[in-house]
C-alpha cells in the first residue's frame, strides 16, 4: 500500500490521482470531524470538500512528519468548520432580533454621510496594502476569521498575522484621525 508521504509527494508534483487516493483514504474520518462539529449533514459536506480543496492549495506547504496525513487534514477541517460556525453565529446576530417598533423610519443623513466617508477612506487606505496584508484584512476583519484560522489559510504563522493585522490597524486609524481632523 502506498504511504500517505508518497501520495503527498506524487500529489505535490502534480499527481491529481495521487491526491484522490489520499481523498478516498481520508474522506470519511474528516467527514466525521466536521459532523461532530457542525452537527448538519449538509454543512459537513460543504466543510469537508472546502477542507480538501484547502489542503490542495497548501499541499506544498506540508512537511509531513508522522506516517498519516490525517492529523493535518483534520486541522484544516477544524478551522473550516470554526469560520462555518462564526458565519453562522453572525448571521443570526442579523437575523434572530426581533422588529423593534420603536425605532425611527428615517435616516440620519449626516450620520449616514459620515459613515460613508469613513468607509472610502477606509477603502483607499487598504487598496494601498499590499497583497497579502489586503488579504489579512479580509479575513480577519471582514470575515472574521481567528488569528490562527487566517495564519493557516495563508500558510503564515499565528504571530505574524497577529502583528501584521497591528501594524494594518495602526494605519486605518492614524488615517481615520488624520482624515477627522482635516
Not at 487598496?127 to 500558510?155: H, K, P, W
Amino acid at each position: 500500500m502506498t504511504t500517505d508521504a508518497e501520495l503527498v509527494s506524487r500529489a505535490v508534483s502534480g499527481d491529481e490521482g495521487a491526491f484522490r487516493t489520499l481523498y478516498r483514504r481520508h474522506v470519511d474520518a474528516v467527514y466525521r470531524v466536521a459532523m461532530i462539529l457542525l452537527e448538519d449533514r449538509a454543512d459537513a459536506e460543504d466543510a469537508t470538500q472546502d477542507a480538501f480543496v484547502t489542503a490542495w492549495r497548501k499541499l506544498g506547504e506540508l512537511d509531513l512528519r508522522g506516517e498519516s496525513a490525517l492529523p493535518w487534514l483534520a486541522t484544516i477541517c477544524r478551522y473550516t468548520c470554526a469560520n462555518r460556525l462564526r458565519t453562522r453565529g453572525r448571521e443570526r446576530a442579523h437575523t434572530a432580533g426581533e422588529v423593534d417598533e420603536r425605532t425611527p423610519a428615517t435616516i440620519d443623513v449626516e450620520q449616514h454621510v459620515v459613515g460613508a466617508e469613513l468607509a472610502s477612506r477606509i477603502a483607499r487606505e487598504v487598496a494601498e496594502l499590499n497583497e497579502l496584508d489586503q488579504r489579512i484584512f479580509v479575513l480577519c476583519v471582514t470575515e472574521g476569521f481567528a488569528y490562527q484560522s487566517a495564519a493557516a489559510e495563508l500558510g503564515l504563522s499565528h504571530g505574524a498575522v497577529r502583528n501584521r493585522l497591528s501594524r494594518i490597524r495602526g494605519r486605518l486609524r492614524e488615517s481615520v484621525q488624520e482624515g477627522s481632523a482635516t
